[in-house]
């Protein structure tokens, strides 16, 4: 299904008119792929990142033998169809806080930042494959998991390994992905704290972070995910789909921007891998001249 992206009011918070993302950005449910012209052909590499920091990036520290600035073996680049290696995210990032010690969440689908930096994403949990844990964990890729009880807890096994391969978090996108502007109060109060309550159980942390699925929210999620102790609902700028992302705006990534991708297997992606589908994402990044940081080092 598709959302609307919001235009404005990224870091506001409190109470917000109905929202949700623009035409062309997918949301949760399944979607077909947007080819592109200009798409590289299955297999094929992109153009070489530049291995060192990028505009506005410290310095990246001496590499070890046979390894990038970011520890990651430079054979693993190619081993996951990537040409070259991912420039390290800043030491210290630009970034301004924006979430609060209290009142309502934050809405966002953009972090305010001059790093040449995006923000991946992946939602639901539905597609458990292994070979995704070992891409994450030797690219050492920072993803944020919005968990849906219903398609994830079947192993939520998987995705404590998936988090602990590259340092990513798991984080909140209801108990049955229903859609929230179809509930009352009470029962969007029960999608959101419930899931809490079980990921809080499961992994021995309280999300923080919360997406509605399909992006679709109102006034009441505002205030039933405060009430969970959610402090931002985070929706996004892109979304990856089979070959080529799709833009809310334009035709390019800017920094800050966070990417939407789904755990989805090859019955989704039309033959196609999760650990493919993320190559070519990664490709995307690399052309634009972006790396990827870890969203909560940026909130």
Known sequence: MRGRARRSGLWAAGAVAIGVLVAGVSGCAGQGAGDGSGELREGSAAKSATPGATPGQAAPAPAAPGTDARGVPLKAYARWGLAGPLAPAPAH???????????????????????????LTFDDGAEKDPRFIRMVGELKLPISMFLTDSVA?????????????????????????????????????????????????????????????????????????????????????????????????????????IVLAHFRGPDELKGSTITEMTARMLRRIQDQGFTVARLEDYL
């Open 93 to 119: 990032p630009d970034r301004t806080p924006v979430l609060k010690a209290s009142g309502p969440p934050v809405v966002l689908d953009r972090v305010r930042t001059r790093d040449k930096v995006v923000f």
């Open 153 to 257: 807890g079947s192993d939520y096994d998987h995705f404590k390994r998936l988090r602990d391969a590259g340092g990513g978090t798991i984080q909140n996108h209801t108990t049955g992905h229903a859609n929230l502007r179809t509930l009352s109060y009470e029962g969007q109060r029960k999608q959101i704290c419930g899931q809490q309550d079980r990921l809080a159980a499961r992994f021995g942390t309280r999300p923080t972070l919360f997406r509605p699925p399909y992006g679709n929210y109102n006034e009441a999620t505002v205030r039933a995910a405060g009430s969970c102790g959610v402090r931002a609902l985070v929706l996004w700028r892109e979304s990856m789909q089979i070959h080529n992302m799709r833009y809310a705006e334009g035709d390019r990534l800017k920094s800050g921007d």
